[in-house]
């Protein structure tokens, strides 16, 4: 990666050699502004020229692994696969059967775990194309996901209407955070914020909110902050705790290291767990499925079970026993794979 580098130096120093007394006016800086347009132009165009074929070469690698990867955690795949499918439609079907009551009761927390759900169903179809793509590590970060789309349904349907509706408002309080923070940086990211006008209005809008809910209202979390009296200011963790799923918190952190940037993020990744030299991961891995696919049944269904639980007939009661039993196959198949090739 030096080539450039140390022939530019080769040549100022020949031209040194020459001509010492000019050493003192020879400005550096422009030499190499001067040079670096034409050796970006060069080797852009020498890379673009070899472009398709590396392409094809590197599709070719990857369609290849993506193929042995989905023999390998076939039985895992197909069972998580299936669990997603089933979940689906039975959120499919509850949406349909009860849409229109609840719009004419104005059951907004039907509405909200509904959309709560479908986004559910959705992620878990991206991990699922993330595990089987031979990324592992995204898959479980993109779990924690989920997980807080899972919690925070099951927190909505647990406390009803006036949560719901909190939740719901909250979305301006996001708005107008996200609004004066582009406008903050408006020059900076040389993209245009929104007008002033519009942020006035938002404003006012979440001046109403706080008046009416209170000042904590204006909290990342503050939808919930009404029933955490004590708490100063509300995280995720006091509303995973209230669901009783608190529990899951080891694993939520541990998820957490595949988005941040922490040390142990760095040296631990899921995609390296059977390899027995230290590698630098830059790509797919065909190891470390079984958490993150484990831990989406298990947020999948309590969704799921969430959502049908709005309207607990025997058909649903049935159901969700068939998605627990998916559940707990989805962790057995994947384990008894990852047990074989240890």
């Not at 609004?179 to 020059?187: A, D, G, I, P, Q």
């Not at 790509?283 to 696919?293: H, I, L, V, Y």
Request: aromatic share 8%; with cysteine.
């Amino acid at each position: 990666m030096d080539i450039l580098h140390k022939q530019f130096m080769d040549s100022l120093n020949e031209r040194l050699k020459e001509n010492p007394e000019v050493a003192d006016e020879i400005d550096i800086s422009e030499l190499i502004s001067e040079v670096t347009p034409d050796a970006v132009r060069l080797i852009k165009a020498s890379l673009l020229e070899s472009s398709a074929e590396m392409l094809k070469e590197r599709r070719g690698l990857s369609e290849g692994f993506v193929k042995r990867n989905s023999e390998r955690w076939a039985k895992g795949f197909d069972t998580l696969e299936i669990l997603i499918v089933t979940c689906t439609e039975a959120g499919e079907d509850v949406n349909y059967s009860y849409r229109n009551e609840a719009a004419e009761e104005q059951n907004l927390v039907f509405d909200l775990v509904v959309r709560l759900h479908a986004r559910a169903c959705q992620i878990s179809q991206e991990i699922l194309s993330l595990m089987k793509s031979g990324f592992a590590d995204a898959a479980h970060a993109r779990w924690r996901a989920l997980h807080e789309v899972s919690v925070t349904a099951m927190f909505i349907a647990k406390h009803g209407q006036e949560c719901a509706e909190r939740f719901y408002f909250h979305d301006v309080v996001d708005s107008y955070d996200g609004m004066r923070e582009h406008k903050k940086y408006e020059s900076r990211l040389n993209e245009k914020a929104p007008e002033q006008q519009d942020i006035d209005e938002c404003k006012i809008e979440y001046d109403n909110l706080v008046k009416e809910y209170g000042k904590k209202f204006s909290g990342h979390y503050g939808w919930a902050a009404y029933l955490f009296p004590e708490h100063n200011r509300v995280g995720f963790g006091a509303i995973e705790k209230d669901v009783k799923l608190d529990h899951m918190r080891p694993y939520y952190k541990w998820a957490s290291q595949n988005i941040h940037s922490g040390s142990k993020g760095t040296r631990n990744r899921l995609g390296l767990n059977e390899a027995t030299e230290d590698i630098l991961l830059v790509g797919q891995s065909n190891s470390g499925m079984t958490d993150p696919a484990h831990s989406t049944a298990i947020s999948l269904s309590q969704i799921t079970c969430t959502i049908l639980m709005l309207h607990p007939t025997i058909d649903h009661i049935v159901l969700m026993n068939i998605i627990r039993e998916f559940q707990d196959q989805v962790g057995e198949d994947f384990l008894a794979v990852a047990k074989m090739n240890s």
